[in-house]
């Protein structure tokens, strides 16, 4: 069946940069997008970008533009999300998520990204 | 930007009592394109439905959707215990890929 498994909990200074990983299995990975969702504490779902795996194609939400990249790796089928310039109120959990037929059917199990001086 | 508002922002409901949700676009939008999701506390979303009506695997069908236009809704037909979560809709967009509404909290009265 389908899995996405993502990296760890991370702690980074306000500045810096954080990468998360998604590694894809149970399907043929460059056949879907991946999107990045995160959820601020006590906040709804918040959408950041998605990439084709297949040709690297993006798209970015307009508030992450310049400092969020997407990238996969087709052939560990992993995909990759890194946000620089970190603040503290990109402390969040970060979800990444399979696109098919108009919706997120599958998702990680969520990264939680903290950001503190 | 299309917007998604939902109703109520939290809906006390006893086991077995019917759950009425409600997201209202803020422009018209295709039904194929919104989508409900479920969420626990700490857990990933998960899809209940999309195209508006069309339940995802593996769901119970006391969980249904409808709508058009800018007014769709989640029914729940019967809580069970295990419905007790936050429900937000989606949206496929074009200027925006994703849009997501803020959330309705179904919890124990």
């Known amino acids: 069946q389908v899995h996405l498994v993502q990296s760890g909990s991370e702690v980074k200074k306000p500045g810096a940069s954080v990468k998360v990983s998604c590694k894809a299995s149970?399907?043929?990975?460059?056949?879907?997008?991946v999107n990045w969702v995160r959820q601020a504490p006590g906040q709804g779902p918040e959408w950041m970008g998605w990439i084709s795996p297949f040709n690297g194609n993006t798209d970015y939400a307009q508030k992450f533009q310049g400092r969020v990249t997407l990238t996969t790796e087709t052939s560990t089928s992993t995909a990759y999300m890194e946000l620089r310039s970190l603040r503290s109120d990109d402390t969040a959990l970060y979800f990444c998520a399979r696109e098919r037929a108009y919706s997120l059917d599958h998702w990680g199990q969520g990264s939680l990204v903290a950001v503190s001086s | 930007e299309i917007v998604l508002t939902q109703s109520p922002g939290t809906l006390s409901l006893s086991p077995g009592e019917r759950a009425t949700l409600s997201c209202r676009a803020s422009q018209s939008v295709s039904t194929t394109y919104l989508a409900w999701y479920q969420q626990k506390p700490g857990q990933a979303p998960r899809l209940l439905i999309s195209g508006t009506s069309s339940r995802a695997t593996g769901i119970p069908d006391r969980f249904s959707g409808s709508g058009s236009g800018t007014d769709f809704t989640l029914t729940i037909s019967r809580v069970e215990p295990e419905d007790f979560a936050v429900y937000c809709c989606q949206l496929f967009g074009t200027s925006t890929r994703w849009t997501f509404g803020q959330g309705t909290k179904v919890e124990i009265k």
């Open positions: 149970g399907y043929t990975f460059t056949n879907y997008g």
